[in-house]
């Protein structure tokens, strides 16, 4: 009998086979006076997460395909512009058009006709932002903010928490779900994405210290059954890829609470660690190196949702490989765009005659072959074909600042490289 083995590395008949995942670190940044980690020392690091659809060389930008799509933006189109793998949503496939579809598709990379790796987070996020309000972004800057601007009062509560899991109001359609770990597994097993988070509870930084400390011992329960949950589905679904599941660490901006959930996660069985929660911006490089401090440095990290170009320089330089963000789309689908001497509107009255590209030098598909006026014109008209263009140069933004990361530290000009881009970024007050 001869077996069949596909070109994803499982056998018909068989569970998956796990060494289809891995990570190896190419090179490490050296410590510094100015290292966050125990002892001066850095975490950044460059290296390579093999997964069955391909691999990914880190630090690396993954854009954010919330419903197995970029909005206005074909696969094809990201991987001309050097995206190497995409994030999806697991709350929103799961609500439409729901997990068994994908998986008859063979898998979200399949359905989407994406040529590369995938993520989903475990739709914890999304879940429990319809109990809070969130703010969207989880690096936020917390000054001048009440309480009132993030847990909304007298919206409706749409999300409970109990023990078990979450039980919440459809958005869609109004109907009541529940989530769970056990629940989050199965259907993230049959989106079949490369890499999958566990289901964790997502605080505020305004909930009480009291509450945060619950929270984290609950998401340690949870973590653990999923692990267990995630085991039972590798062996019993037979003939698919290796899927690898990272751990989430929760804990605020508490060093003991971030320290003791980091050691709670390295613990288990986990393929790699996902630093989640939301974090005050300043304190996001500490974050990032109290947890490294606790973790095995041969698991991947994915720092999520990170915000602002600040945070992913703060992010790598302590540790963090992979990092998504809705910013370049959301941003650029209102005007704004990034570029290395700040993020402006192209919606300005002065761009209306300005026949020049977005950013000039940018090798982009559309600074290659489009010009400020007519993309302004395109979004003043809200023409699809400017959210195409702003987002394509905004992801191709985001994608090549980690490629040049990668390069900086590899060859040993990191420090350097960090000071003169946020120097440029920054120069003339840029948000974002
Ligand atoms: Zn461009």
């Known amino acids: 009998m001869t077996l069949t083995l596909n070109p994803l590395g499982c056998e018909e008949g068989k569970p998956a086979d796990r060494s289809a995942f891995s990570f190896e670190t190419t090179t490490r940044l050296p410590d510094s006076a100015a290292g966050l980690g125990r002892g001066g020392k850095r975490y950044g690091r460059t290296g390579i997460i093999h997964t069955p659809h391909g691999d990914i060389r880190t630090p690396a930008f993954v854009p954010v395909a919330t419903q197995s799509a970029m909005k206005a933006v074909l696969p094809e189109q990201m991987k001309d512009l050097g995206a190497q793998c995409l994030l999806s949503n697991a709350f929103h496939l799961f609500e439409r058009p729901g997990e068994d579809v994908l998986d008859e598709a063979g898998g979200l990379a399949q359905f989407m006709n994406w040529d590369g790796p995938t993520y989903t987070d475990s739709g914890g996020f999304q879940v429990l932002s319809l109990g809070a309000g969130f703010k969207k972004t989880l690096a936020m800057d917390v000054q001048g903010m009440k309480s009132d601007d993030v847990i909304a009062d007298g919206k409706e509560r749409m999300a409970f928490v109990d023990e078990d899991g979450v039980t919440f109001k459809s958005p869609l359609n109004g109907s009541l779900h529940r989530f769970s770990a056990e629940i989050s597994m199965r259907i993230q097993h049959k989106l079949g994405a490369d890499i999958m988070f566990a289901f964790d509870e997502l605080t505020t930084l305004m909930n009480t210290r009291s509450y945060q400390e619950q929270s984290v011992e609950r998401t340690f329960r949870w973590a653990k059954r999923c692990v267990a949950e995630h085991q039972q589905l590798t062996q019993t679904r037979l003939g698919k ?44 490089g500490q974050t990032c190196a109290w947890i490294c401090d606790e973790m095995p440095e041969s698991r991947p990290r994915h720092v999520l949702g990170i915000a602002a170009v600040n945070d992913i320089f703060d992010a790598v330089e302590n540790g963090g490989d992979t990092f998504d963000c809705v910013a370049p789309a959301r941003n650029g689908r209102n005007g704004a765009i ?27 598909y559309t600074c290659r072959n489009y010009s400020r006026a007519y993309v302004d014109h395109l979004l003043r008209a809200r023409e699809f074909n400017g959210f195409t263009l702003a987002t394509i140069h905004n992801e191709h933004f985001f994608v090549k600042l980690l490629d040049d990361i990668r390069a900086a530290i590899d060859a040993g000009y990191f420090d350097e490289f960090k000071r003169e881009t946020l120097a440029r970024f920054y120069a003339h007050g840029s948000r974002g």
């Open 338 to 364: 990034f570029t290395r001497d700040g993020r402006w509107n192209v919606k300005r009255a002065e761009f209306k005659h300005d026949f020049r590209p977005l950013e000039e030098d940018c090798d982009c």
């Open 241 to 284: 890829p290796y899927q690898a599941l990272f751990g989430v660490v929760q804990g605020a901006n508490y060093e003991d609470l971030r320290r003791l959930a980091a050691s709670q996660i390295a613990s288990l069985d986990f393929d790699g660690v996902g630093i989640g929660g939301a974090i005050e911006k300043q304190l996001l």
